[in-house]
């Protein structure tokens, strides 16, 4: 399987993300600056959205192969075509029985 060189830069940016993040809880580096502070939060912000509506794209994908991949009739569809037969049925046979009386009559 190629791995696309895309997919490896945004695998070592959350990689990287991840461990400043392990780093700070166990305050083995310590950010007190606060224009720092702002700014790792503006990146991390920006590569989650970023990933997200990636991630996103590829459900929205995902699930419209899935509907659309289905060939055969719902359980549901198959009811209503049996029931189209059916009244379709029921109505020849009344157009039947309206002839046979029509013609009694005259």
């Known amino acids: 399987m190629k791995i696309n060189k895309w997919a490896v830069l945004w695998l070592a940016v959350v990689i990287a993300l991840v461990v400043i993040f392990v780093l700070e809880i166990t305050r ?3 950010l ?3 224009i720092t502070y702002f700014y790792l939060f503006v ?3 920006v590569i ?3 990933l ?3 991630g996103a794209a ?3 994908v ?3 192969h899935r509907i659309f991949s289905v060939r055969s009739f719902t359980p549901f569809e198959e009811e ?3 029931m189209r037969k059916e009244v379709k049925e029921i109505k020849e046979a009344l157009e039947e029985l309206a002839s046979k009386n029509k013609e009694e009559k005259a």
């Open 62 to 64: 995902i699930i419209t």
């Open 48 to 50: 989650i959205s970023i």
């Open 43 to 45: 990146v991390a912000l």
């Open 32 to 34: 007190t600056d606060v």
């Open 80 to 82: 209503m075509l049996q």
């Open 28 to 30: 083995t580096i310590r």
């Open 58 to 60: 590829f459900l929205g």
């Open 52 to 54: 997200a509506v990636i």
